[in-house]
């Protein structure tokens, strides 16, 4: 994909807020979905998935919307707190629409939550 | 601790040496994949293995790299010769047939500096 460097897309909320963090997808074959919440020196932890015959799915705290038409997900969180601050990707299973378990990680989102 | 753990959580050599890179992943995890990242991007997957068998491999898998899972359980990842551009965190992740083999768990990472 497009390198944009060192650059992430960041989203500052105060702590109480809701946050919604957007991901374009690029793969109209892609079935299954997935938004991971990476913190500085771990690897990416899974927090909620959704499936393409679905258009929003619920967990603790987090919903993710999924809009087809125009290939955009998005990760809605309640109540931000400062231990949700962290890099956030979206991934989409790979080109072959599920045959084989790749993902395809977007570029990621910093979401920093002020005290 | 029962999640995926990775050795060494870092590395650093010098240009034109070989290195290996460890995983296990979550026991009776069936699949195991691994992914590099690099700073300021989402992972990006390399090389999948269900049980012992390398069933996929990325484009970006060049000849100098290789990874083997010998017995399904732990797997390793060899980079020959390794160049400045395979400065990197490596990812290793693994999944269970019961849910999915898109929701992967990662470990942490080796980190990797070629000097």
């Known amino acids: 994909g497009e390198s944009v460097g060192l650059h992430l897309p960041t989203l500052s909320v105060q702590e109480g807020d809701n946050s919604i963090i957007n991901c374009a997808y690029s793969n109209s074959a892609s079935d299954y979905f997935i938004w991971y919440k990476q913190e500085s020196g771990k690897g990416p932890q899974f927090i909620i998935d959704?499936?393409?015959?679905?258009d929003k799915r619920q967990g603790q705290r987090v919903t993710v919307l999924l809009n087809k038409t125009v290939k955009h997900l998005s990760l809605q969180i309640a109540a931000t707190q400062p231990g949700d601050s962290a890099v956030y990707f979206c991934a989409e299973n790979g080109e072959y629409g599920g045959s084989q378990g790749n993902l395809i990680f977007g570029k990621g989102t910093k979401l920093s939550v002020k005290p | 601790d029962t999640g995926v753990s990775q050795n060494p959580r870092h590395k650093i050599t010098k240009r034109g040496q070989n290195v290996t890179f460890r995983c296990d992943p979550i026991s009776e995890h069936n699949r195991l994949y691994w992914y590099r990242q690099t700073l300021g991007q989402g992972p990006e997957f390399l090389t999948y293995f269900q049980n012992e068998a390398q069933l996929e491999k990325s484009r970006l898998l060049s000849d100098r790299f290789s990874a083997e899972r010998p017995k399904g359980s732990f797997s390793t990842l060899e980079i020959q010769r390794t160049e400045q551009g395979d400065s990197a965190m490596y990812l290793c992740?693994?999944?269970?047939?019961?849910?999915?083999?898109?929701?992967?768990?990662f470990g942490p990472g080796t980190r990797l500096t070629v000097t």
């Open positions: 959704i499936r393409s015959n679905m």
């Open positions: 992740a693994s999944s269970s047939p019961g849910q999915g083999m898109y929701e992967q768990y």
